[in-house]
């Protein structure tokens, strides 16, 4: 282990008042070194005072032989399975997007069969190593190497082999190419086809180690039209280009316009619902495009944000809940503001002051729905298995459409008639 990881694990065995706090201040990577390397009671005293998610993710640094240690620690029955499962499904979502390239693309191309060793670890520790996983798994696992819980490349087994059991690992490092589980299709397959080890090492959005695929399995998976086989999968193929013909053209458009306009009839059924409400106060039409306008201004905003989150890894429909309460609380205190702004300006624009608290509650109660739907339906549509940028517009509209309308028209009829 690293000289400064080593006195901070020091300093976190005999401070044990201030132990926690002291793991909490390290990086994510230093935790999952550091956590390994101290006295089985030191781990059980921070596995009991650490919170689920903070273990799920120093699991996720480990290997597999480690992260099994680490489990096995975990006296609570129930709390062990619930951090399994919740790792478990964090590694899958991940894998599962980074195998969206081809269809039959499985679990199995990802190999987690390797060892995480610190470049300080001697060859003599590291056959010891070997040996253990072999007994355990029958298999010989390659050898990935880091530095303070970042990757810095692979040991070969014939230096392995023949050089002395006293030497480091770091002597005998060798760069191995990797490749972020969010590249692109094209990036995915230039590293595949590059490898000269015939390998690529899939890394986490915070750069710890998935997997590992082989670039012959992987080639043999897409045979020779790997560029058809991408496109097909990744959607390319059913992307527009800009000289494409009419007639493809429509053939790709024409289900998702039929779909768009049987959501404007639900917005326009709302305003029948309120045919009286319309006629008797006219001045209410003025307000709706503006209503929709800033619902639909609101919601894009959440969306980017979710998307982004959904690419990076980092949300999903189980854990966005602590999300959504956040951005419902930015959108209560934006509704907020904009309300008063549109209500002032109808109070002195229309004279009139339930006017002004009409369309400011309404603002209000829009920016609400917009970021509720803006963060719950993308994410709904992914657990789906839908595309979420391509998917969600027409449904994240219709929400704030409809109900943006509805909360005008209804608070109109309400306060007004």
Known sequence: MHVDLEEKARQITYSAGERTTLFRALTLSEQSVVLGQLSPHVQQS????????????ILDHLDLRQAESLVSRIKNVRRRDRIVAAL???VR???????????????SLINFNYLFLSATTTIGATADAIDEHYQDTGKFPEVLVHEKGVLIGDVSMTDLVRERNTQTLKK????????????????????????????VVVLDHDDSVLGIIYADEALALFGSAIDQSLYDVAGVDD????FDGALVKFRRRYRWLILNLATCFLAGSVIYLFEDTVTALVILTMYIPIVAGMGGNAAAQTFAVTLRGITLGTISLKNCWAAVGRETGAALLNGVVIGCIVALISVVWNESALLGLTVGLTMVGVHLIAAVAGAVIPLFLRSLGKDPAATSSIFITTATDVGGLLLLLSLGTLLLM
Do not use: C, W
Request: net charge positive; charged share 30%; hydrophobic share 40%.
């Open 93 to 107: 979502d991940k894998i599962d997007y980074f195998l969206r390239f081809h269809p039959k693309a499985t679990v």
């Open 239 to 242: 992307s527009e280009r800009p």
């Open 88 to 90: 478990k499904g964090a």
């Open 46 to 57: 921070l596995i009991e005072k650490l919170k689920d998610y903070e273990l799920v993710d």
């Open 172 to 199: 005998f490092v060798q760069p191995v190419a990797t490749i972020t589980y969010l590249a692109e299709v094209s990036d995915i397959m230039n590293a595949l086809s590059a490898s000269k080890k015939k390998k």
